[in-house]
């Protein structure tokens, strides 16, 4: 073989091994992932993330997930994990609703404001374990079960019952133990 023979076959190995797709075989907790390419398997290689500076964006993939792997000048040893590509387990068939389904895992979010300017509709149970802040009305359809102390500031009205196992005060008078000036002198009795 000529060495421009060569030369041209070592270009064609290598713009042809530029993108390779291939199947997840390990993750590891440092960012990077062993991928299986055909025949060859990688050492473990970078995961490419959408943030990973000042904000970051922590989202690995999981084995047996269908990669895309991009390998500078052919060299899978300097390549990367650059995207998922769904093989049949797509989470939704309507192209038109966006969808992350985490099979039942977990999703932190840390630091920051989350600001959402749409409507959220959750299906399933909401835990919240710091304070809630709302500058506008909340509408629940079903019961409301809270513990701990409740402050209410302005008019409150209810249509219905108000039951209670404890005390209700206006000011200083308590429902259950105010009494009346009697007719006779005297007060009357405590609310029976």
């Known amino acids: 073989m000529s060495d421009a ?24 907790g440092d960012g990077t992932a062993r991928v299986q390419i055909g025949e060859l398997g990688t050492a473990a290689i970078p995961v490419a993330a959408l943030r990973a500076g000042g904000m970051q964006v922590w989202w690995m993939p999981t084995v047996g997930e269908q990669v ?17 590509i769904f093989a049949g387990n797509a989470p939704s068939d309507d192209p038109s609703v966006p969808t992350i389904d985490l099979r039942g895992g977990d999703m932190v979010i840390k630091g920051g404001t989350i600001r959402i300017e749409a409507d959220l509709d959750i299906v399933g149970k909401l835990e ?14 079903g019961g409301i079960a809270a513990g701990g102390t409740a402050a209410q ?12 196992t404890g005390d209700v005060k206006a000011g200083a008078v308590s429902l259950k133990t105010h009494t009346h ?3 006779s002198g005297g007060n009357t009795g405590e609310p029976s």
């Open 5 to 28: 023979t060569f030369a041209v076959a070592e270009a064609d190995r290598r713009i042809a091994g530029l993108v390779n797709i291939g199947v997840v075989t390990a993750v590891n």
């Open 68 to 84: 895309v792997v991009l390998a500078p000048s052919g060299d899978l040893a300097r390549g990367v994990v650059i995207a998922s």
């Open 128 to 141: 919240i374990t710091g304070n809630i802040a709302s500058e506008a009305d909340i509408t629940a359809a």
């Open 153 to 164: 500031t302005g008019k409150m009205t209810a249509t219905g019952d108000i039951e209670t």
């Open 181 to 183: 000036p009697g007719d």
